[in-house]
């Protein structure tokens, strides 16, 4: 099948805005009679479910942690992008909009990127109203600071901490509204079934985590803003219940999952320690502003203490190979890059798998103090995981699994394939093609919640009637059976392996076949193991305790079931994908440098895959992608 | 390095807890403190037995999720640091260590070592933000905000609402968690307009849902793994003051 992204045609200046004119509107006294179920409570979800209880919807959130205040777009540390341009550096909307096409290696929807860049600017002045502690300058005014990607400087940020105080922004605004009324909120709640009925999404099926009820409630319409799926590495810098679960959920009511092959592997994580590792730290991008990259270039220096090799022995090799951009390379650039030094064996700390970081010359230049005002808190954290001092010694680093940009796919409306269900942020696969770039995330997930949904929610709400299905359809019913059936189940095993060995052993095949570098046999092997891991893990896993309890081995072996399907459709899109571009590197396709190859005459589209069965192979369906205001051209930072 | 472990185990809130021993070997200094329960955890389901539950998420310091009394002191006592953020290297081979959870009656036990700490954001929606609509709001440099107001309100808004400040205080007083969203509020013009009504509003909050009364023990200054300092009492305290007086 060929898809529909309904973008809207004209000049792509006037796309949203014309669009926004287009669409129906729920008539304001109305909108309480529509009841809209937000799952996930992160930047999109939370910015959405306050937004829609402000206009006057009738809002249910839902969110597995214990607040709403939780969800990992905390963590972001970096910044987010706006296109204000008030260091007069020569930003503008459409520079946004061409940095983040091209950052994309062209594999994202021209449309609703424009719409991301333009609304960008709403978003600073949002956060702000809300009472976000950004970074200021001594007179007063907005601070900004440069990223990977761009060479303009258009990333705001609070110290190390933006996505927590952006997501404390968009929790108070939720609190007004749970206050008000408008918004009920259902905390420590997961969401583990799509309730669809003739073909439209009508609610969901949760599991309470502290009483092991199993629920479901009706909405008008669903919200996915659940998040990514880089957990089925298991190790990345994702919280450690992040997890593909509802959006696969739905992938399995017949939503269709796209570019699940398009990952992002950060390029400044803290490098692993051993095999107890249970997560990977990110190091935010934004330390790529004062340090160098760096490595020895002979290996016999890799065991020496950094001081100890001479200047003319280190190989600053991102600054040797992007010299326009050097340290400031795109993430996946710089990803690669740090592989393929230690791929050379020049890698540096436990089991070589490391490049230095080094923030001497930047501490020669403005002094450590500055350097402690930018960075400070992330040293901090640098040194409580490995002991180390970065001012005195530099960061050693590593690449780490970081961010999806694949994901549900949805229309320009936010709307999936299934009527009624709706994804926003990083669940869905819309704005940043193959390859993110940073400070994106926080600005997609805000742009989604506060500035798209609000408006193509009633485009959709206004062409059906409140409150026709509700959970005394049978279909309800039949989720929850469905649900406790799967609970039964797992709790019924009684096998021999724990949750997380199995977990372990399928992130070992994903990161090792489907990671950072991919080819045809890798691919092959993995499409192999996945499979047996997953008979092993539905003959042989233990999972203790009972369901009607507070269970947390019943609840990740949920999620690992479904990572367990999900992980082969990733494999199975980066199989089909004869090409390098962006996150998704096929070693068959690269330039003799090792630059990756884009095959923009076969693959200028988005592969949407429908799930059929475990059994049977996933369908692929098209999306062609056309580039009518900025030329498909070779992405290069050289 | 070989450790001891009394654990509380509690199977529910209405069930009595009490002190487990468990015995955790083979301990790299390189793991975190959730890493090596995770490795004891591993163990209890191998033999048999139910995993000790917690909370915890990001496991980088910033959710506020986990939450653990380890040997009195709320997140370990290391300075600055939440447990999941706290590493075996500061402990060594021979030590026993109890665990319990947070202990505040404002914040009952779900389980083992997890609590329940929606009194928090029960006292964050009384007040805890401006009320700006989605929309229409002036340009984000309408205001300009003197860097060393935007850096205190910075300061306080640090707080990971993890509410250690509570287990650590004797009075189980949340007004460290209630003082930073206060003052973070009221010295940015955004905020000031709402000023009183929210000091009111969330100190209220505050008594309703069973926190006790801050009688200056500065232990939750001590327990704050962010450096929360109690300046931001001070200034809740005035913010009232300057409330009831008209």
């Known amino acids: 099948m060929i898809l529909d992204g309904k973008t809207p045609t004209g000049p792509i200046e006037k796309t949203w805005d014309k669009h926004r004119f287009d669409m129906k509107l729920v008539n304001p006294s109305n909108k309480r009679k529509f009841k809209v179920l937000v799952v996930g409570t992160g930047l999109a979800g939370g910015a959405a479910a306050a937004s829609l209880g402000e206009l006057g919807y009738n809002v249910e959130a839902f969110c597995y942690q214990d607040s709403a205040r939780r969800a990992h777009s905390i963590a972001a540390q970096g910044g987010i992008n706006a296109a204000k341009n008030y260091p007069n550096d020569g930003d503008s909307i459409y520079r946004l909009f061409y940095d983040t096409i091209k950052g994309g290696d062209f594999r994202a929807r021209e449309a609703d990127v424009w719409r991301l860049s333009q609304v960008s600017n709403n978003i600073i002045d949002q956060c702000v109203a809300q009472g976000v502690p950004f970074a200021r300058d001594y007179a007063g005014y907005l601070d900004n600071r440069s990223f990977g990607g761009a060479q303009v400087s258009r990333t705001f940020f609070a110290r190390g901490q933006t996505g ?27 969401m583990l079934d799509l309730v669809v009925v003739d073909g439209v999404a009508k609610g969901i099926t949760c599991r309470d ?8 409630y009706w909405g008008d319409a669903v919200i996915l803003a659940t998040g990514g799926y880089v957990n089925v590495f298991y190790l990345s810098t994702n919280a450690m219940g992040c997890s593909v679960t509802a959006a696969w959920k739905a992938a399995k009511k017949g939503a269709f999952m796209a570019n699940p092959c398009y990952t992002q592997i950060h390029p400044t994580c803290i490098p692993q320690t051993g095999d107890h ?12 502003n004062d340090g160098r990259c760096w490595i020895p270039k002979k290996k016999e220096d890799c065991e020496k203490t950094p001081g100890d090799v001479a200047e003319e022995d280190r190989d600053y090799y991102l600054e040797r190979k992007y010299p326009s951009f050097g340290n400031l390379a795109p993430r996946d650039i710089a990803s690669r890059a740090a592989k ?11 089991g070589k798998r490391g490049v230095y970081l080094d923030y001497a010359t930047a501490i020669e230049r403005v002094g450590e103090h500055t350097i402690k005002e930018r960075y400070g808190n992330l040293f901090e954290m640098y040194e409580k995981i490995t002991d180390e001092n970065a001012y005195k010694r530099p960061m050693r680093i590593y690449p780490a699994p970081h961010y999806s940009m694949g994901g549900l796919w949805v229309d320009y409306n936010l709307m999936s394939n299934i009527p009624g269900l709706f994804v926003l942020g990083e669940a869905n696969f819309s704005v940043h093609g193959a390859n993110r770039l940073g400070a994106s995330a926080l600005m997609q997930g805000l742009a989604d919640g506060y500035f798209v949904i609000p408006y193509t929610i009633a485009g959709y709400l206004a062409t059906v009637t409140p409150g026709t299905v509700t959970d005394e359809h049978p279909a309800f019913k039949e989720s929850k059976e469905q649900v406790q059936t799967q609970i039964d189940t797992l709790l019924n095993i009684k096998g021999k392996k724990t949750v997380s060995e199995l977990h372990r052993a399928l992130g070992k095949v994903m990161w090792e076949d489907v ?3 991919r080819s045809e046999s890798s691919l092959k092997h993995a499409l192999q193991r996945i499979p047996e891991i997953r008979d092993e893990f539905w003959n042989n896993v233990n999972v203790t305790g009972s369901g009607n309890e507070l269970n947390q081995q019943l609840e990740n072996a949920g999620r690992l079931a479904d990572f367990l399907e999900f992980g082969e459709i990733l494999a199975t899109d980066a199989l089909h994908r004869e090409e390098s571009c962006g996150g998704h590197f096929r070693t068959e396709h690269q330039t003799e440098d090792g630059e990756a190859t884009r095959d923009d005459e076969n693959f200028a589209y988005v592969g949407a895959w429908e799930f059929k069965g475990n059994d049977k192979a996933p369908e692929l369906h098209k999306e062609p992608l056309k580039f009518e205001n900025i030329k498909l051209a070779v992405r290069s930072y050289k | 390095m070989d450790l001891t472990l009394h654990v509380w185990r509690q199977k529910g ?3 009595n807890g009490k002190l487990e021993t468990y015995p955790a070997k ?9 890493e090596m329960l995770d490795e004891v955890n591993e163990g209890l389901i191998k033999n048999g037995k139910l995993p000790i539950v917690f909370d915890h998420d990001c496991r980088e310091g910033i959710c506020g999720m986990c939450s653990q009394t380890i040997n009195g002191r709320a997140h370990g006592g290391q300075e600055r640091t939440t447990v999941c953020q706290l590493h075996m290297r500061s402990f060594q081979h021979g030590d026993e260590i109890f665990i319990e959870p947070w202990r505040a009656r404002a914040f009952p036990v779900v389980s083992d070592l997890i609590v329940d700490r929606s009194s928090l954001d029960t006292i964050m929606q009384a007040g805890g933000y401006t009320s700006c609509h989605t929309g229409g709001v002036p340009d984000g440099n309408a205001h300009p905000i003197g860097k060393p107001v935007a850096d205190y309100a910075m300061d306080a808004a640090e707080c990971i609402g993890c509410g250690a400040c509570v287990a650590g205080c004797p009075n189980s007083s949340a007004m460290l968690f209630t003082s930073a969203k206060v003052a973070q509020l009221a010295v940015q013009p955004q905020g000031k307009i709402e000023a009183k009504a929210r000091v009111i509003n969330m100190t209220d909050a505050l008594q309703a849902e069973g926190f006790g009364n801050c009688t200056n023990h500065l232990e939750c200054e001590a327990s704050c793994p962010k450096g929360i300092s109690i300046k931001f009492i001070a200034k809740l305290n005035r913010e009232y003051i300057k409330t009831i007086a008209g």
Do not use: H
Not at chain 1, 277 to 288: D, G, H, I, V
């Open chain 1, 209 to 216: 985590m502290v009483t092991g009820e199993i629920q479901s």
């Open chain 1, 340 to 350: 393929e030094q230690c791929d050379d064996e020049r890698g540096v700390g436990p």
């Open chain 2, 26 to 34: 083979g301990i790299s200094p390189d793991m975190s403190f959730l």
């Open chain 1, 277 to 288: 590792q249970s997560k990977l730290t990110l190091m935010s991008e934004s330390l790529r």
């Open chain 1, 164 to 190: 927590q105080q952006l997501l404390l922004g968009a929790y108070s605004a939720l609190s007004r509204q749970v206050k008000a009324g408008t918004v009920k909120m259902r905390e420590r709640t997961e």
């Open chain 1, 515 to 517: 990671g950072m570098a």
């Open chain 2, 13 to 15: 809130p209405k069930n």
